[in-house]
């Protein structure tokens, strides 16, 4: 059965960084495109950053040159680096894998807040 379980969330101050990971079990997670969302209190669940399986990137506007996605097949990871992190990136953080199904992890919060 297909698990993704993200972690590395947390309370940062505006301006720090913070690392999420998402491991993946019981799908070939070579084949999947990965992806992050995030849900903000209040608003739509959003694409933040996806890797395709090729390896190949996108970001939403509002991260660009500030976030940056990875995976590692081997450790079955998809990584979130976040850096220059601001108050409007507070959100609950989600990890997807997609291919013919689609699977989502139960989330991570980020708090960024003086």
């Known amino acids: 059965q297909a698990q993704l379980v993200e972690s590395g969330g947390g309370l940062v101050q505006p301006g720090g960084s913070l690392r999420l990971s998402c491991a993946a079990s019981g799908i070939t997670f070579s084949m999947y495109a990965m992806g992050w969302y995030r849900q903000a209190p209040g608003k739509q669940r959003e694409l933040v950053a996806g890797v395709t399986k090729e390896g190949s990137t996108n970001y939403a506007d509002s991260v660009k040159g500030r976030f940056t996605i990875s995976r590692d097949n081997a450790k079955k990871t998809v990584y979130l680096q976040m850096n220059s992190l601001k108050p409007e990136d507070t959100a609950v953080y989600y990890c997807?894998?997609?291919?013919?199904?689609?699977?989502w992890g139960q989330g991570t919060q980020v708090t960024v807040s003086s």
């Open positions: 997807s894998a997609k291919r013919v199904n689609s699977y």
